[in-house]
């Protein structure tokens, strides 16, 4: 038995549904990092953010991520790309959007070709591209037909929840 196993085979605390809505809160929350424990069992996750200055250091660093406030003197992480141009916006193409914060992947493997090129029909239900997120790798299925229009971020990109990865012309 792997450590966080139940005697079932099915770990205790938290399952990837879970941890997802901890990612999610962790963005929403603009929080760097959150650690959590149950018994033996302990989950930590950190988010890329600002990096903190060389006087900062300890419980003042943990204190200020965790409560989500940059410390003094270090600017706010980026915010998300745009969401197109208004061009995009008006001409009724719809947004292929991230679910959850991680990294962008347009194939399998670097000698596989890509899921979706701009100009390729897609289907409802197609994989479009996969999302690495804590060593997970999670397909991102279309929930549009149509036609790949735009691809908004590149291989291998760390992308935001909510952020626009592809428009598509729906058909």
């Keep these: 038995m792997r450590p966080g196993d139940s005697p ?5 605390v938290l399952d990837i ?3 997802k809505q901890l990612i999610e809160m962790m963005v929403s929350n603009d929080l760097v990092e959150i650690s959590l424990r149950d018994g033996e069992e302990e989950v930590n996750l950190r988010r890329p953010g600002p990096a903190l200055p060389a006087n900062l250091s300890g419980a003042a660093a943990h204190n200020n991520a965790a409560v989500g406030a940059p410390p003094q003197g270090v600017s706010p992480p980026p915010q998300p790309a ?3 141009s208004e061009e995009d916006q008006e001409s009724g193409w719809v947004e292929i959007v991230s679910p959850m914060v991680g990294t962008y992947y347009a194939s399998s493997d670097p000698e596989s070709p890509p899921f979706a090129k701009v100009g390729q029909p ?3 239900g ?5 999302l690495e997120a804590m ?3 999670n397909e991102i299925k279309s929930e549009v037909a149509g036609t790949i229009e735009r691809i908004l971020v590149k291989n291998a990109e760390a992308v935001e929840f909510g952020q626009p990865l592809m428009l598509v012309r729906p058909s």
């Design 8 to 12: 079932s085979g099915v770990l205790a």
């Design 17 to 19: 549904e879970k941890i």
């Design 82 to 84: 745009v969401r197109g």
């Design 122 to 124: 897609i289907q409802v």
């Design 126 to 130: 197609m994989v479009v591209c996969i």
């Design 135 to 137: 060593k997970v790798f």
